[in-house]
């Protein structure tokens, strides 16, 4: 079995938000990428957004000051 390392899951409301994220976050060489959510959380669109932990406080920044909306960022191992 897979061992699970921490990362950085932000979970969107709207499925549009979420592939918002995405497009935002190609464009701008941000890390991460699109997966369904993790069992541990829920949320409205089933897509969340993975990244590195370490990008727990600089990657909702950057969507806020983007305009895109998110429901929650946490630090989980997945």
Known sequence: MREKLPA??????ATTQ???????????????????VPREITAGCGLAWKAPPQE????????T????QWSQARVIPV
Request: hydrophobic share 50%.
């Open 18 to 36: 979420a592939l918002a994220a995405e497009d935002f976050c190609q464009r701008e060489g941000l890390p991460g990428r699109l997966i369904p």
């Open 65 to 68: 000051e983007a305009g895109i």
């Open 8 to 13: 950085l899951i932000i979970t969107f409301a």
């Open 56 to 63: 727990e406080t600089r990657l909702p920044a950057r969507l």
